[in-house]
C-alpha cells in the first residue's frame, strides 16, 4: 500500500474548518436514540370515571342563579344542596295584603358525569313549606308539599379544561305538581357562558327559554330568563358574587321578574364547597327576601 506524505496526509484530513490531528482515529457517529411516541389519550367515560389527578376544578350551578357551563367530570357524582331556602313575599293591598312564606329543605340537583363534556341532572325540591297569612288577621293557612322534578342534561361545547371563555347548552324537562293533584310537564333550554377577566374576575351570563303551563288558565306560555353575574376571588377557596336576575313572560298580566342577589363561597379542600346568600326582589312579582344556605359536594 501505498503511504501519503506528511503533509498530505494533513491536507487531507482537514474537513472544513476542523483540522483532525495525524494517527488519532475519525470519530465514530453515536446512534441516535429514537423519538418516543405520544401516549394514547385516555377516554374516560362513565364506566371509567376520571382520576382526581386529571379532573377539573369543582364547578357548581349555585348558589347564584346563573347556571355554569363546566360538566361534572366523566365518571363522577356531585351533590349540590341547599340545605336551608327561606322565601318572603308580601303583596296585595289594604285589608286584601298578604304575606307569603316558604321554607325548602334539602332540595338536591344530582350530578353525574357521563362523558368528559357531557353531564346527566335531576333536581328534586323534596320538601316544601308554605304560609300565607292575610295582615290584617292573626290566622293563617299552611300546606307542605313535594316540589317539582327536573331532568336536565349539560354539554359542554368549549372551555371545559382551559380557555378564557365557556360555553354550554342545557336542555330540559320539569314535572311540576299541580294544587289539585298529578303533575305537568315544562320543558325549557338553558344557554350559559362563562368568561375570565382576569385579575380574580369572573363574569358569567345565561339566557334561558322555557315552555310553562299556566295553572289558572291551563295554556301554555313563553318565559324568557336572563342573568349575569360578577364573581371575585376574596382569598384561597373564598369567593364573592353580584348578580342580576330577570324572567319575562308572554302571560297576560303576570309581570316581569327582577332581582339582585349576592353570595359568598368557600371551598373545603378540592371536592366540597359551603355557601350563603340572599336575593332580593326588584319588582312587584319578584320574591321580597331569600336567603339560603347550600353546599356542594363530588365523589
Same mark, same amino acid.
Given at each position: 500500500m501505498r503511504y501519503p506524505s506528511l503533509a498530505g496526509l494533513v491536507t487531507t484530513m482537514t474537513i472544513t474548518s476542523a483540522t483532525v490531528l495525524v494517527g488519532q482515529p475519525a470519530?465514530?457517529?453515536?446512534?441516535?436514540?429514537?423519538?418516543?411516541?405520544?401516549?394514547?389519550?385516555?377516554?374516560?367515560? $362513565?364506566?371509567?370515571?376520571?382520576?382526581?389527578?386529571?379532573?377539573?376544578?369543582?364547578?357548581?350551578?349555585?348558589?347564584?342563579?346563573?347556571?355554569?357551563?363546566?360538566?361534572?367530570?366523566?365518571?363522577?357524582?356531585?351533590?349540590?344542596?341547599?340545605?336551608?331556602?327561606?322565601?318572603?313575599?308580601?303583596?296585595?293591598?289594604?285589608?286584601?295584603?298578604?304575606?307569603?312564606?316558604?321554607?325548602?329543605?334539602?332540595?338536591?340537583?344530582?350530578?353525574?358525569?357521563?362523558?368528559?363534556? $357531557?353531564?346527566?341532572?335531576?333536581?328534586?325540591?323534596?320538601?316544601?313549606?308554605?304560609?300565607?297569612?292575610?295582615l290584617t288577621s292573626s290566622s293563617a293557612?299552611?300546606?307542605?308539599?313535594?316540589?317539582?322534578?327536573?331532568?336536565?342534561?349539560?354539554?359542554?361545547?368549549?372551555?371545559?379544561?382551559?380557555?378564557?371563555?365557556?360555553?354550554?347548552?342545557?336542555?330540559?324537562?320539569?314535572?311540576?305538581?299541580?294544587?289539585?293533584?298529578?303533575?305537568?310537564?315544562?320543558?325549557? $333550554?338553558?344557554?350559559?357562558?362563562?368568561?375570565?377577566?382576569g385579575a380574580g374576575f369572573g363574569l358569567g351570563t345565561m339566557a334561558e327559554f322555557d315552555v310553562e303551563k299556566s295553572e289558572a288558565s291551563g295554556d301554555y306560555h313563553t318565559v324568557f330568563v336572563n342573568s349575569i353575574t360578577v364573581g371575585r376571588d376574596l382569598a384561597e377557596n373564598l369567593g364573592a358574587y353580584l348578580e342580576f336576575f330577570s324572567a319575562a313572560?308572554?302571560?297576560?298580566?303576570?309581570?316581569?321578574?327582577?332581582?339582585l342577589n349576592f353570595g359568598m363561597t368557600r371551598g373545603l379542600g378540592g371536592n366540597v364547597q359551603l355557601d350563603l346568600g340572599a336575593n332580593f326582589g326588584l319588582s312587584r312579582v319578584a320574591d321580597d327576601f331569600n336567603p339560603f344556605l347550600g353546599l356542594s359536594f363530588r365523589f
Open positions: 470519530p465514530v457517529p453515536q446512534p441516535v436514540a429514537p423519538v418516543a411516541a405520544p401516549a394514547p389519550r385516555v377516554f374516560y367515560s $362513565l364506566f371509567k370515571p376520571t382520576p382526581w389527578a386529571h379532573a377539573r376544578e369543582l364547578s357548581t350551578d349555585r348558589p347564584d342563579m346563573t347556571e355554569s357551563p363546566y360538566t361534572v367530570p366523566a365518571g363522577r357524582f356531585q351533590f349540590e344542596i341547599d340545605v336551608v331556602n327561606y322565601t318572603r313575599d308580601v303583596s296585595g293591598a289594604g285589608s286584601a295584603r298578604t304575606r307569603t312564606e316558604s321554607l325548602a329543605l334539602a332540595p338536591v340537583n344530582m350530578k353525574v358525569g357521563l362523558l368528559p363534556n $357531557l353531564d346527566a341532572q335531576l333536581v328534586v325540591e323534596t320538601y316544601v313549606r308554605d304560609r300565607e297569612r292575610v293557612v299552611s300546606s307542605s308539599r313535594v316540589g317539582a322534578i327536573t331532568g336536565r342534561t349539560k354539554l359542554n361545547l368549549w372551555g371545559n379544561d382551559g380557555g378564557r371563555t365557556a360555553f354550554g347548552l342545557m336542555p330540559f324537562v320539569a314535572f311540576v305538581p299541580r294544587a289539585g293533584g298529578g303533575r305537568y310537564v315544562n320543558a325549557g $333550554l338553558i344557554v350559559p357562558l362563562s368568561v375570565d377577566l313572560t308572554t302571560e297576560s298580566g303576570a309581570g316581569w321578574i327582577r332581582t
